[in-house]
C-alpha cells in the first residue's frame, strides 16, 4: 500500500458530460457542431471573430443552465476534507468545480467566464456576451478576446502544476481522452516524479497504458466511489493509505 499525502487531480470534459456540457465528438473532434480549427485556434480568431466569439458566447449562455454533478460535488468534498496537499487542475472552460465549492482548483485551458485583454494582457469576469472589438475596461483598448488558450497558446499555470506534480504521490486524471498536449503529458511526469496513477475514465483513453491502473464508468459514479475510499482510509489515522 502506497503512503499519500499529496494529490493531484486532472478533470476534462468528461467530467461536466454528465452536467449536460457536450465533450469533442467525432472522429474529426468536433465541438458543439464546429471544428476545434474554427473556433480554438489564434487563425480562427484572425479570420473570423464574430464566428469565435459568438461559438464562446453561445457556450458561456449555456452555463445558467447547468449545474454540478456528484463527480464536481465529491471533488470539492476533496478538497474540504484532505488534509494533505491537493491541487484540481481542470482542462475545462465551464465553472462547474467551483460552483460546486472547489477551493484548489487551477483552470490551465482558461475560463468561458472571463475575457482576456490581447492589447494590456488583463483578465476579466465576463458573464454576458463579448462582441469582438469590446472595449477593455483596464486600458480601453478594443481588443477583448474569450479568455480561452487556444491550440498552440500557452497553458495558464504551467509553473505551479509542474511543482504539484513533482511533490505528487498520487495523480489521477478524471474524464478526458488524453489527446491534448501539454495536459496528456503530466502522466508520464507524475510517474517519471515517482507518484501513482490513476484514471478515471468512460472508456479506454489514448493515454490509459500509461497509468498504473485504469477504472472505466461515469464519473459521477466513480469518483464519489473512490473520494469515499480515500476519505475512510484517512480516517483510519493509523492505516497506511492507498489509492
Ligand atoms: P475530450 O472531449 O477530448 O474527452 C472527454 C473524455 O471524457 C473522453 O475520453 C470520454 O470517453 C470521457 N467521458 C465522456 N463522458 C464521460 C463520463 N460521463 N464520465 C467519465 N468520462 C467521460 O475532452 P478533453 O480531454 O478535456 O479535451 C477537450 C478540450 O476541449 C479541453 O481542453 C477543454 O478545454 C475543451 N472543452 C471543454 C469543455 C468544458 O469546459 N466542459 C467541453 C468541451 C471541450
Sequence with gaps: MLDIRNIVILTGAGISA????????GPGGLWEGHRVEDVCTPE???????????????????LAGVAANPAHDALARLDREWHGELLIVTQNV???????????????????????????GVRETWTGALPPESECPNCGTCALRPDIVFFGEMPYHMERIEAAIAAAD??????????????AGF????????????????????????????????ASVLV?????????AQSTQSSPMSR
Design 18 to 25: 454528465e452536467s449536460g456540457i457536450a465533450t469533442f465528438r
Design 44 to 62: 480562427a480568431l484572425a479570420r473570423n471573430p464574430a464566428l469565435v466569439h459568438r461559438f464562446y458566447d453561445e457556450r458561456r449562455a449555456a
Design 94 to 120: 465551464d465553472d462547474l468545480h467551483e460552483r460546486a465549492g472547489a477551493h484548489r482548483l487551477v483552470h490551465m485551458h482558461g475560463e468561458l467566464r472571463s475575457a482576456l485583454c490581447g492589447a494590456c
Design 170 to 183: 498520487l495523480f489521477v486524471s478524471i474524464g478526458t481522452s488524453g489527446a491534448v498536449y501539454p495536459a
Design 187 to 218: 502522466v508520464q511526469m507524475a510517474d517519471a516524479c515517482g507518484a501513482d496513477t490513476l484514471e478515471l475514465n468512460l472508456e479506454r483513453s489514448a493515454g490509459s497504458g500509461l497509468f498504473a491502473d485504469s477504472r472505466l464508468g461515469a
Design 224 to 232: 464519489p466511489e473512490w473520494v469515499e475510499r480515500l476519505l475512510a
